[in-house]
T-cell receptor, first 113, second 114 residues
């Protein structure tokens, strides 16, 4: 059974800091991994999608890495801004059992101005 | 990518009633899904909406409680039937243009049952 864990559960940093959010999964048989952002009471915004054959993806100030063998992914946010404050969710798609997507519980990020 | 319009964005409903949530996509998509996010929790998949046939439900979710329609490749509805306060959640529509590709989400429907 695939389980997805995100650490830390919450994080508060001053503006301008570089930060790393962690995601771990128990079953390395994944098809892809996707990072999302969710603002309070809203839907999810896709940030980065990493296929199982890839090591990392970059978009602007965001960089996501994937180490499938160790069951880990990290989301790196450079030069954080107050507008980055949100919950960040990691989602892993299995490559067996109907390709179901399993979500982590998220990391709540607060960037102080 | 895909742009998703989900309606209503929020509603307050009386227990015992039903609410139908609509999900409209700006382009044809292969896959459509419905998720539930209970307060303070992460997302749980309710079902996969199949065009022209019955939806595929996950364990713990049944068609009588969450009937789903998908008449074409751009539209789906989820009904929450005979609601109780435990159904208070955010309900989210998700799509994939092609199977197992990047997932996109609607803005969600915040449902409160009183």
């Amino acid at each position: 059974k695939q389980e997805v864990t995100q650490i830390p559960a919450a994080l508060s940093v001053p503006e301008g800091e570089n930060l790393v959010l962690n995601c771990s999964f128990t079953d390395s048989a994944i098809y892809n991994l996707q990072w999302f952002r969710q603002d309070p009471g809203k839907g999810l915004t896709s940030l980065l999608l990493i296929q199982s054959s890839q090591r990392e993806q970059t978009s602007g100030r965001l960089n996501a890495s994937l180490d499938k063998s160790s069951g880990r992914s990290t989301l790196y946010i450079a030069a954080s801004q107050p507008g980055d404050s949100a919950t960040y969710l990691c989602a892993v798609r299995r490559n067996t059992g109907g390709f179901k997507t399993i979500f982590g519980a998220g990391t709540r990020l607060f960037v102080k101005a | 990518s895909a742009v998703i319009s989900q309606k209503p964005s929020r509603d307050i409903c009386q227990r015992g009633t039903s609410l139908t949530i609509q999900c409209q996509v700006d382009s044809q998509v292969t896959m459509m899904f419905w998720y539930r996010q209970q307060p303070g929790q992460s997302l749980t998949l309710i079902a996969t909406a199949n065009q022209g046939s019955e939806a595929t439900y996950e364990s713990g979710f049944v068609i009588d409680k969450f009937p789903i329609s998908r008449p074409n490749l751009t539209f789906s509805t989820l009904t929450v039937s005979n609601m109780s306060p435990e159904d208070s959640s955010i309900y989210l529509c998700s799509v994939e243009v092609s199977k197992n590709t990047e997932a996109f989400f609607g803005q969600g429907t915040r449902l409160t049952v009183v």
